[in-house]
């Protein structure tokens, strides 16, 4: 969202006025285009894009905490039913199926943000990933599908499943390989967390030949193999070699591991 949202309230209406009537304005568009359309085919993506604009100003309103849950729940339901329309329009086309999985998948993402509505985000989360799944089956290059697909996974926790999705998705677009990179990654702390070190060490080192990006918003590999190599199992000649691939690579080592590397 947009970092004006963290300023003053003032700012904050400002910027929830703006979102709003863009969703509006969307929704207004999409409506002339189904009246408007010449056939099935332009009916079909209209219907689709409303269905994705309705469901957007659905889970911005609802994340803001401008609707009640109610609210939300009947604007999902008239964005569902938009997309319904769509796919019944034209049932062989694999964005009919994507756009109603991402208005699925970003439902599912209120749940950090709304408690209210995290009982809901495990059905979301599985109608996304069916939508996606039909998608990939109507169209297997559309890497879109397999890159959301791989996000719906991950916030189910399935991230063997995760990494299959990715490595579809870097075989179709080689320049996403930081999304493989980072579900090694994240796979490798879960397995660090159950103590299963030789797994995890597996997965950080497959996360780093990849080419993890290491951003703030992804996970690390290489300070938790440090820590492996310096607590779990040391071996400080390893230890040694991970620093100097990190340092070789512009990535940040924790202090503390510098000092023990001495």
């Given at each position: 969202m947009s970092a004006s949202l963290v300023f003053l309230?003032?700012?904050q209406r400002v910027s929830q006025y703006v979102y709003l009537h863009h969703y509006d304005?969307?929704?207004s568009d999409a409506t002339r285009a189904i009246?408007?359309?010449?056939?099935?085919?332009q009916r079909a993506e209209a219907y689709a894009q409303r269905g994705s604009a309705i469901g957007e100003k659905a889970r911005y309103s609802r994340a803001f905490k401008l609707i009640s849950s109610a609210e939300h729940?009947?604007?999902l339901d008239l964005a569902l039913k938009d997309h319904g329309q769509a796919i019944a329009?034209?049932?062989?086309?694999a964005d009919m199926y994507y756009l109603r999985g991402r208005t699925y998948y970003s439902q599912a993402t209120l749940a950090p943000m709304v408690r209210e509505e995290a009982p809901q985000a495990p059905a979301r989360l599985a109608a996304a990933k069916a939508d996606f799944s039909k998608a990939i089956e109507l169209d297997p290059r559309h890497a879109m599908a397999y890159d959301f697909l791989g996000l719906t996974d991950e916030d189910s926790g399935d991230w063997d499943q995760a990494i299959a999705d990715y490595t579809q998705l870097e075989a179709l677009q080689p320049n996403s390989r930081y999304r493989l990179a980072d579900a090694y990654c994240n796979r490798g702390s879960f397995h660090l967390k159950d103590k299963k070190h030789d797994l995890a060490i597996a997965d950080f080192e497959k996360s780093i030949e990849i080419g993890s990006s290491a951003d703030a918003c992804q996970c690390e590999p290489y300070n938790p193999l440090l820590a492996i190599y310096l607590v779990q199992q040391p071996d400080l000649e390893k230890a040694r070699a991970i620093a100097h691939r990190a340092q070789a690579a512009g990535k940040w080592i924790a202090p503390e591991y510098l000092e023990k590397l001495k």
């Open positions: 309230p003032g700012c304005s969307a929704i009246a408007s359309a010449q056939n099935d085919s729940a009947r604007l329009l034209a049932p062989r086309t």
